[in-house]
């Protein structure tokens, strides 16, 4: 058995030389010219903190403090690369996985990437490869965007054996998202589910539940199975997005039954208005890069909304008191408005607006600027005296402050009807003949 006793002490011998190897030989020489080759290839500057062997359990190589680009556009806190022992000594050396711990990235570092991905995508295959990477795995991933935070999350992705994904998975830490992508031909499949989350980027919408399906390229993805449910009501519809040249969003969605007042404030803030909503929006946006896109996003839709009160304004009051220097504060209540939104460059457009509220019912059109002004028309039908006016009334002041006031003819006018007529019917009727008079001028202008 002494052979036996013999074998172990070498086993023993070759396992502390392994675990004492890392201390005996340092990859940090190494550093300056991985920097430099990396460097070129990436187009943007990389530093390394620092690199080191370990033979146990598995041989792998660690990479400590990566940072690419001059304002840290993306930084790594702990790479680790475990090869394929047998494949060192082949044409084509294999990494079996490479683990990225702690990684963040800004809108820049992701645009390095998407313009890495592109041309080496347009490299001209060597044959065989140098090297090829069947695994990568993320942990505890935080994307910044601008403003916006999305992470931390854990992604794996498995590459085929020509270097191209063959399946990812996506699931944050909280377990609130995950999306899972598959190979189908030349296609991937995404299927993708979340739960009381918030969306990342833009307004923080929550959703209650998020589901999407839908095929993906390398230049192109179609969503054509979006469904959500929020704010008490649903969301259904499709979206399909372009990246080959610049970057396009196109898709359409239909609302229902949806509790506005929350929605309202995100979208626009300083709005208050509540009810419950119904639409059918159709978007857009198309621009050179990502940090474009609010700029280019254009959105129109019809609307309807039940049983609601615009804060902030009283328009039955206004239209019955003639207030010259306007109207503001208090509310109207309505059971019906509806009418149609245009978003373009930044400005919503309100036109074919109907209000309807018991003795109160009302029309017209209103703007809102990027700054959040207010402009446009609202002819006000209210009744007095048992007859009915309608009263124009310019809409101003702004969103969180919104201001109506009449119209000079219909000032004027109600002036005169209550001279010649008296108080209610003469103010009344006044008004009415104002209003009229108004209209005459305007088509004769």
Do not use: C
Not at 9 to 25: D, G, T
Not at 86 to 102: A, C, G, H, N, V
């Amino acid at each position: 058995m002494k052979w036996f006793k013999r074998l172990l002490i070498a086993l023993a011998l070759l396992l502390v030389i392994a675990a004492a190897l890392p201390f005996l030989v340092s990859l940090n020489d190494y550093i300056p010219h991985i920097e430099q080759e990396v460097s070129a290839r990436l187009k943007e500057s990389l530093s390394i903190k620092s690199i080191r062997f370990t033979a146990l359990p598995l041989p792998h190589v660690t990479v400590d403090g990566i940072t690419i680009g001059k304002t840290d556009d993306i930084t790594l806190g702990r790479v680790t690369l475990t090869p394929d022992l047998f494949s060192l000594l082949q044409p084509t050396r294999i990494i079996k996985t490479i683990e990225i711990d702690s990684p963040v990235l800004t809108r820049k570092g992701i645009d390095t990437i998407a313009a890495l991905v592109k041309s080496e995508s347009a490299r001209v295959p060597q044959q065989p490869p140098p090297m090829r990477i069947e695994s990568i795995a993320l942990s505890n991933v935080v994307v910044t965007l601008d403003k916006a935070a999305f992470g931390p999350i854990d992604a794996r992705v498995r590459l085929d054996s020509g270097g191209s994904p063959a399946d990812a998975s996506v699931k944050s830490r909280d377990g609130k998202f995950e999306a899972l992508i598959k190979l189908d031909s030349s296609k991937y499949l995404i299927d993708a589910k979340a739960k009381a989350w918030t969306l990342p980027a833009g307004p923080a919408l929550v959703f209650d539940e998020l589901a999407i399906k839908g095929v993906a390229t390398q230049n192109d993805a179609t969503l054509d199975q979006i469904s959500a449910r929020l704010y008490g009501g649903t969301a259904s519809g499709k979206m399909a997005i372009n990246w080959k040249e610049g970057l396009r969003v196109e898709g359409n969605l239909a609302l229902s039954r949806m509790d506005l007042q929350e929605v309202a404030a995100m979208l626009s803030p300083g709005t208050r208005v509540s009810g419950k909503l119904d639409a059918k929006p159709v978007f857009s946006a198309s621009a050179a890069a990502a940090d474009q896109m609010m700029k280019a996003f254009r959105l129109q839709t019809p609307f309807n909304i039940q049983n609601g009160v615009l804060h902030g304004v009283d328009i039955q009051k206004a239209a019955t008191s003639l207030i010259k220097q306007g109207s503001t504060g208090g509310e109207t209540r309505f059971e019906h408005l509806s009418g149609h939104l245009l978003v373009e460059h930044g400005n919503h457009h309100f036109t074919e607006l109907k209000i309807a509220s018991g003795a109160l019912a009302a029309d017209g059109r209103v703007s809102v600027s990027p700054k959040k002004d207010l402009s446009g028309r609202i002819n006000a039908q209210v009744k007095a005296v048992g007859t009915s006016a309608s009263v124009p009334l310019n809409v101003g002041g702004t969103v969180g402050a919104p201001l109506l006031y009449p119209t000079g003819a219909a000032v004027a006018g109600a002036a005169v009807g209550t001279v010649l007529l008296g108080p209610g019917l003469g103010t009344s009727v006044g008004a009415k003949v104002g209003n009229w008079a108004e209209g005459v001028f305007d088509r004769k202008r």
